[in-house]
T-cell receptor, first 113, second 113 residues
Framework: QKEVEQNSGPLSVPEGAIASLNCTYS??????FFWYRQYSGKSPELIMS????GDKEDGRFTAQLNKASQYVSLLIRDSQPSDSATYLC?????????????FGRGTSLIVHP | AAGVIQSPRHLIKEKRETATLKCYPI?????VYWYQQGPGQDPQFLIS???????DKGSIPDRFSAQQFSDYHSELNMSSLELGDSALYFC????????????FGPGTRLTVL
């Protein structure tokens, strides 16, 4: 069974700091990796996707992927209180033509002023 | 930009009643996914449709059924409701040309009393 593991947190960082969120996955054939942000009671919002080893930057967000070690991380620079949310890691292996991601349980991030 | 629409946003039902949740995908999206998210849980995939045909099936109870109509909207029908069915139900839409990318709707909060 595919597993996606995240530290549930909460991860607390001061405003302006770098928040580092980590995710490990069990299925070596995983090909697509996603980070979603979810505010309490709201729907997940896709913020980053990454497919190749290395770093991918988008504004204040950087996703890092290491397939050999089976982990993917999300860095949030200059963290703002509005970044306080649960961050869900999702992994997709696309085997058998299925594009259904496996989600982690999420890491709660708190950015305090 | 148009987003995924779900209705109703909130629904309260008694045990053993039935419920119907509706999802209207983003225009020109051809794929719909249904997820169930319990409190503090990750989204659990229920079922998906592509071009009005069921494409994948996840952990959907036999008491639930779903379909996608000719206008691409989808309905999730839930019968013999149980207390444990209380959750957020998300619909996501996407298109086959970019199967990894799913856009989530605002969700329907179902409470079973």
């Amino acid at each position: 069974q595919k597993e996606v593991e995240q530290n549930s947190g909460p991860l607390s960082v001061p405003e302006g700091a770098i928040a580092s969120l980590n995710c490990t996955y069990s299925d070596r054939v995983s090909q697509s990796f996603f980070w979603y942000r979810q505010y309490s009671g709201k729907s997940p919002e896709l913020i980053m996707s990454i497919y190749s080893n290395g770093d991918k930057e988008d504004g204040r967000f950087t996703a890092q992927l290491n397939k050999a070690s089976q982990y993917v991380s999300l860095l949030i620079r200059d963290s703002q209180p509005s970044d306080s949310a649960t961050y869900l890691c999702a992994v997709n292996d696309m085997t058998g033509g299925s594009y259904i991601p496996t989600f982690g349980r999420g890491t709660s991030l708190i950015v305090h002023p | 930009a148009a987003g995924v629409i779900q209705s109703p946003r909130h629904l309260i039902k008694e045990k053993r009643e039935t419920a119907t949740l509706k999802c209207y995908p983003i225009p020109r999206h051809d794929t719909v996914y249904w997820y169930q998210q319990g409190p503090g849980q990750d989204p659990q995939f229920l079922i998906s449709f592509y071009e009005k045909m069921q494409s994948d099936k996840g952990s959907i109870p036999d008491r639930f059924s779903a379909q996608q109509f000719s206008d691409y909207h989808s309905e999730l029908n839930m019968s013999s409701l149980e207390l444990g069915d209380s959750a957020l139900y998300f619909c996501a839409s996407g298109w086959a040309a970019s199967p990894d990318t799913q856009y989530f709707g605002p969700g329907t909060r179902l409470t079973v009393l």
